[in-house]
């Protein structure tokens, strides 16, 4: 028997606000995030990373009302050095143990069209940036869960690697069960025509 279909991921935020005691990150943003592909854009110190933390649960709000039903998450982070240790594929595998709803298929779709399989067996430490996004990116794509955040993910992406995710992040645009997050500096030229669930400018 197929497990039941996981229940919508929502996001509904009024008038949110995040602020430190001595500075205000932003203030009165107003938005709603479900299923599809969705975009944070803001320069440097906007508080995409903030906003993140605030839709994974991290942190709470100071300011206005932020409501989340998030039935399962993925907010790894690519490069944490607690990881270093691990060879790719004992990182993947550690992922995979985490979230139920692993498509082992879509997994090894990725591999290939990253180009990874010759790097699954060195240590992330080895990995140059770009390749160690990749393995990130694959997991994020595989693990099924309800509610993917992602920090610019086209950062340090070879340009056949940028245009294979910019397709992966249009597939994932017609999503009715997965919110996808994207949280860049500006647009994507990958996603310049992507349909998407909601876009929150958080200003240069």
């Known amino acids: 028997m197929s497990p039941s279909l996981p229940s919508p991921v929502r996001l509904c935020a009024d008038a949110l606000g995040f602020a430190y005691p001595e500075q205000t990150v932003f203030e009165g943003l107003s ?3 479900g299923p599809g592909l969705s975009l944070i854009l803001g320069g440097d110190g906007r508080g995409k990373t903030t ?9 709470a709000v100071t300011a206005g009302r932020l409501e989340r039903e998030v039935p399962s998450l993925f907010a790894v982070k690519p490069d944490n050095p607690a990881d270093d240790a691990l060879t790719a594929r004992q990182w993947l595998a550690r992922r995979r143990a985490e979230h139920a709803r692993w498509d082992a298929a879509r997994e ?3 591999i290939e069209g990253f180009a990874l399989e010759a790097q699954l ?10 390749t160690r996004r990749k393995v990130w990116l694959s997991a994020a794509l595989a693990c099924g869960a309800a509610l993917v955040l992602l920090e610019t993910p086209f950062s340090a992406l070879d340009l056949p690697s940028r245009r294979f995710l910019g397709g992966l992040f249009k597939e994932a645009a017609g999503s009715s069960t997965q919110a996808l997050v994207v949280a860049d500096h500006a647009l994507p ?16």
């Open 108 to 110: 090894r779709r990725l």
């Open 189 to 204: 030229e990958e996603l310049a025509d992507a349909p998407l669930t909601a876009q929150i400018a958080l200003g240069d």
């Open 51 to 59: 906003l993140l933390r605030l839709l994974a649960g991290d942190l």
């Open 121 to 130: 067996d060195k240590g992330l430490f080895m990995l140059s940036t770009g």
């Open 31 to 33: 938005f709603e995030i």
